[in-house]
Nanobody, 125 residues
């Protein structure tokens, strides 16, 4: 079983930056593809960013491309989402996700077997 614990959320003003972290335990981190998703009130969960097992492949939703950066530290068992130029529409609960069966999980939530509890990000205008 894989345990995922997100941290780093909070309340910020538009234009600010936040750094979300996801600490992973329970399986060797290097075999896991990782992703970040978010869910705003009244909306479906949506893809934000993903990174492959090796860290050599990654992908972003169009809405965050150029502003968010996903990275992983296989020595610290951590995946990080650096969020820059935050906007009110980025307000959501952000979830970390993992899967051990794929090299790269991609954009579909169903590709990920393990999920964290989420961390709230609120961006005021």
């Amino acid at each position: 079983q894989v345990q995922l614990v997100e941290s780093g959320g909070g309340l910020v003003q538009a234009g600010a930056s936040l750094r979300l972290s996801c600490a992973v335990s329970g399986r060797p981190f290097s075999i896991l593809t990782m992703g970040w998703f978010r869910q705003a009130p009244g909306k479906e969960r949506e893809f934000v960013a993903a990174i492959s097992r090796s860290g050599l492949s990654n992908g972003y939703a169009d809405s965050v491309k150029g502003r968010f950066i996903i990275s992983r530290d296989n020595n610290k068992n951590t995946v990080v989402l650096l969020m820059n130029s935050l906007q009110p529409e980025d307000t959501a609960v952000y979830y970390c996700a993992a899967d051990s069966d794929r090299y790269y999980g991609g954009t579909y939530p169903t590709n990920y077997a393990y999920w964290g509890q989420g961390t709230q990000v609120t961006v005021s205008s």
